[in-house]
């Protein structure tokens, strides 16, 4: 009788057991990775981290490469330009491109992240629509800090050293003409956003997979510099023509508000309708952008690996 009551308690407790409601977890199961994962933060900070080792090591060669957008100069005249502003000048107007590196990219590093684990869930997508979508998105929320852009875009020009000195003077500069003025540029670079990212993300884990397999962590930020420098590199080149127009809008304080085409279409007729001359200065970009991107990955992803 023992051994029957024994058993029958047995079976009795394991039923129990079964029907209990089950406890709720902050497993990966249970609950979005990106909302419970303390852990999924570390792809904001790596890529902040990422985009200020770069932005300090090759602010000087994007400083030459702006002179040569802007008034469609050889390297060597860009280079005497800022031979003659001095040493003092040489890095003016890092602050809004440190802020404004540092926040886009923590972001789009980030964002691109939740945003493909949120759609991957709640989507039935194929897996690289959802990721390009979630490309795109994140590049348009980088948008929202336009005017670091645009006022890193003053500063560099010297038509206005003598207006502002810094950042803030710069800022104050503008709030007159109202909270458009800080958006000025905004259309080319939401187009230039997206693009970038869309590629960016899907193609930089095909390019590595074709390079020699890795098998040392010395060997894999080589890796890493060497496919995020050929991407970056090539949606440099490829996007060259949107940052022309981008900066000739942005250089511009007041006045009419002029279209991404009305203003590609004077650039045209102002470098004799060649396109040679539409990219003056991008062999500078090409290898300043295999030198920056090559940066941003190889230490977005060692970070990833090390916090």
């Known amino acids: 009788k023992s051994f029957m009551k024994k058993i029958l308690s047995n079976v009795m407790d394991s039923e129990a057991h079964e029907k209990r ?36 090591i090759t602010y000087p060669i994007q400083k030459v490469l702006f002179r040569q957008q802007l008034y469609g100069i050889q390297t060597r005249d860009a280079i005497l330009q800022l031979r003659r502003d001095g040493f ?37 997508a194929p897996e690289f629509a959802t990721r390009s979508v979630a490309a795109v998105l994140a590049g348009t929320t980088e948008a929202i800090f336009t005017p670091l852009e645009r006022v890193q875009t003053l500063l560099q020009d010297h038509k206005h050293h003598d207006k502002f000195t810094n950042t803030y003077q710069a800022f104050k500069a503008l709030k007159c003409y109202g909270i458009g003025e800080y958006y000025r540029g905004l259309v ?33 930020f080589v890796s890493d ?38 203003v590609f279409q ?36 060692f970070l990833l690996k090390v916090i």
């Open 225 to 262: 510099f060497i496919s995020g420098g050929l991407l970056g590199a090539m949606l440099g080149f490829l996007i060259f023509p949107i940052n022309v127009v981008k900066t000739r809008i942005q250089s511009q304080i007041g006045g009419e508000f002029q279209s991404f085409r009305k």
């Open 188 to 220: 080319p670079i939401l187009f230039r956003n997206g693009l970038s990212n869309v590629l960016f993300f899907g193609l930089r884990g095909p390019i590595k997979e074709h390079l020699p397999t890795a098998t040392t962590p010395s060997a894999h």
């Open 21 to 56: 409601p089950p406890v709720l977890t902050s497993s990966k199961q249970d609950i979005s990775p990106h909302i419970t994962n303390d852990g999924e933060m570390k792809h904001y900070l790596c890529g902040c981290c990422a985009a200020f080792n770069n932005v300090a």
């Open 266 to 301: 004077k650039i045209w007729l102002e470098r004799d309708r060649k396109l040679i001359n539409l990219f003056r200065g991008a062999h500078l970009n090409y290898h300043r952008s295999i030198i920056s991107w090559g940066i941003i990955n190889a230490t977005y992803e």
């Open 88 to 124: 003092r000048n040489l890095y003016r107007g890092i602050l809004p491109p440190l802020m404004q590196k540092t926040t886009t990219l923590s972001l789009m590093f980030g964002l691109y992240e939740d945003l493909s684990c949120l759609l991957h869930k709640h989507v039935s």
